[in-house]
C-alpha cells in the first residue's frame, strides 16, 4: 500500500521515527554542521563518522569514485577490517565535502543497495553519486535527484533563537538597544583584507558605535590577527562586546539578540545563518570578488534580506530565509519513495 504523501516537517518525523542514520564528513566542521543541521530538523539520531583519506587517493577524489580501487583508501573501504565504515548499515547516510563523495557508492554497495545516499553542495562529479543531493542556487549541478535553494542547510532554529533570547548571557544583556551583532569572518580564496580593507571596516564601526548601537562581536579562525585587533579595539572602547575566546563561542547569542548584524561578505554559510533570523543584514565587502558568492548575495537583495554595511544603522523587515525545513522535507518524501520501491 503506498503509504501518504509528506507536506509537512512534523510528518516526516513522525514517519522516519527509528530511522538509522549516519553523518559522513572529513571532519569539517562547516560540512558537519550542515548535514546535522538537515538530520535535526528531521527530529534524527545521528551517527558520525569521519574519512581521512591518505595520499594517493586523497589526490583521484573525487573524479575517480567510479572506480572504487582508485576512488577511496583501502584502509576506509567499507567493511574493511579498521574501517571507520563498518555495518549495520544505515538506512540513509548525509555526506558533504568532496574527500566523502566517493564512500556514498561504496556503503550503497556494501549495503546491498538498502542505504538512501544523500550530498550536500556539489560532488564536482556526476549527480548519479547519491540518490539525493542538494546544492546551492549558485552552483551548477543540476538533475532530477538534485535540489537548489538560495540559502544553505545550518543548525540555527527559530525555537533556540527564542529559547537564547529568553536568557541572554550577561555580557550580551548589559548592552544598549539597538544591539548589533558584528560577524567576523576572514581571508578566503576568493577575498582577503587588505589594510584598507580593514580601516573602512573598522572606521564604519566606529560610525555605528557612535549612532548609540551596542556592538557584540565574534571573529572566527580565518580572522587576519590585524583585522580582529582592530575590530577588537573599536568595539571595546565603545562599551561594547567582542568574545575573548574562552569557553563556547556566543555566535548563537548573538544572533539571536541582535537586532541587526553586520557580516562579511565571503562566508556564505554566516550571512545564510544571518538572514534566518528575518533581521536587517548588512553586508561588508573585503578585496576581492567570486561568481558565485556575487550570485549568492545578488539573490539576497533581491529578496530584501542584506544591504551594504557603510557604517549606519538601517531599519528594515523581510521574511526569514531558512532553506533548511524545505531540504528536510524534500530528503524525507525521496526517502519514503525509496523504501517502497525497495520493497
Not at 143 to 158: D, E
Not at 207 to 215: D, N
Request: proline share 8%; hydrophobic share 40%.
Amino acid at each position: 500500500m503506498t503509504k501518504p504523501a509528506l507536506s509537512t516537517l512534523l510528518e516526516a518525523r513522525n514517519a522516519l521515527a527509528g530511522t538509522r542514520l549516519w553523518v559522513l564528513t572529513d571532519g569539517k566542521m562547516g560540512d558537519l554542521a550542515q548535514c546535522l543541521g538537515v538530520a535535526e530538523r528531521l527530529g534524527l539520531s545521528v551517527i558520525e563518522k569521519v574519512v581521512k583519506p591518505r595520499a594517493p587517493w586523497l589526490w583521484l577524489m573525487p573524479l575517480s569514485w567510479r572506480i572504487p580501487l582508485l576512488a577511496i583508501d583501502p584502509k576506509e573501504k567499507p567493511g574493511a577490517s579498521g574501517s571507520p565504515l563498518q555495518g549495520p548499515w544505515p538506512d540513509i547516510v548525509i555526506a558533504s565535502g568532496r574527500r566523502a563523495a566517493p564512500y556514498l557508492p561504496a556503503i550503497k554497495r556494501a549495503s546491498g543497495g538498502r542505504t538512501f545516499t544523500v550530498f550536500l553542495k556539489d560532488p564536482r562529479t556526476s549527480a548519479d553519486i547519491a540518490d539525493f543531493i542538494w546544492v546551492p542556487d549558485h552552483d551548477r549541478l543540476r538533475g532530477p535527484n538534485v535540489m537548489p535553494t538560495l540559502t544553505s542547510p545550518h543548525r540555527i532554529t527559530p525555537e533556540m533563537l527564542a529559547e537564547l533570547r529568553n536568557h541572554p548571557p550577561e555580557g550580551l544583556a548589559r548592552l544598549t538597544k539597538p544591539r548589533v551583532a558584528v560577524l567576523i569572518g576572514g581571508n578566503s580564496k576568493d577575498f582577503r583584507f587588505e589594510a584598507g580593507d580593514i580601516t573602512r571596516f573598522t572606521e564604519a564601526l566606529e560610525r555605528l558605535a557612535q549612532s548609540g548601537a551596542g556592538l557584540m562581536a565574534t571573529a572566527s579562525r580565518r580572522t587576519p590577527p590585524a583585522l580582529e585587533a582592530a575590530a577588537h579595539a573599536v568595539i571595546t572602547a565603545a562599551g561594547g562586546y567582542f568574545w575573548d575566546g574562552s569557553g563556547e563561542n556566543p555566535y548563537r547569542a548573538l544572533l539571536a539578540n541582535a537586532d541587526a548584524l553586520v557580516v562579511t561578505a565571503e562566508s556564505v554559510n554566516m550571512v545564510g545563518e544571518a538572514v534566518s533570523t528575518g533581521k536587517p543584514v548588512l553586508v561588508f565587502r573585503p578585496t576581492g570578488a567570486s561568481r558565485k558568492i556575487d550570485q549568492f548575495l545578488r539573490g539576497l537583495e533581491e529578496k530584501g534580506a542584506i544591504r551594504p554595511f557603510s557604517g549606519a544603522l538601517e531599519d528594515y523587515s523581510y521574511e526569514p530565509m531558512d532553506a533548511t525545513p524545505a531540504i528536510a522535507l524534500e530528503l524525507a518524501r525521496r526517502y519514503m519513495a525509496f523504501s517502497e520501491r525497495r520493497q
